[in-house]
């Protein structure tokens, strides 16, 4: 399994188009998921201060497009944390067909971090 991280706006909006497109799909070519280590270190670097987070939990033998296991695609290198070139991630190149997404949690942030519930 892999994971996505989202809103809940923009799941509800992929539940209406039939798939899900995340914005890095145009700007970077794909979408970024993680592995399940990674999610919360993930979610501290990108999204703090959210409350409006969703997990999605991704059969990647369901998907439709392409996925490619790259080094991490952070937009600013200094500030990738604790990952670097030698951490593979899940990148999906196309949408994710929404019979590949097997359960979505809610992500909140807690004192500790995150949490998934």
Known sequence: MIYHITTR???AAAQKAGSYRAASLDSEGFIHCSTWQQVLPVAK???????????LRIDESRL????VWEAPAHPDPEKAGEFDETDLFPHIYGVINLDAVVAVAS?????NGFEVV
């Open 64 to 67: 439709d497009a392409p996925l």
């Open 107 to 111: 992500l909140r942030e807690s004192q």
């Open 45 to 55: 670097l990108f999204y703090r201060g959210r409350g409006d987070l969703l997990l």
């Open 9 to 11: 706006d923009e799941w």
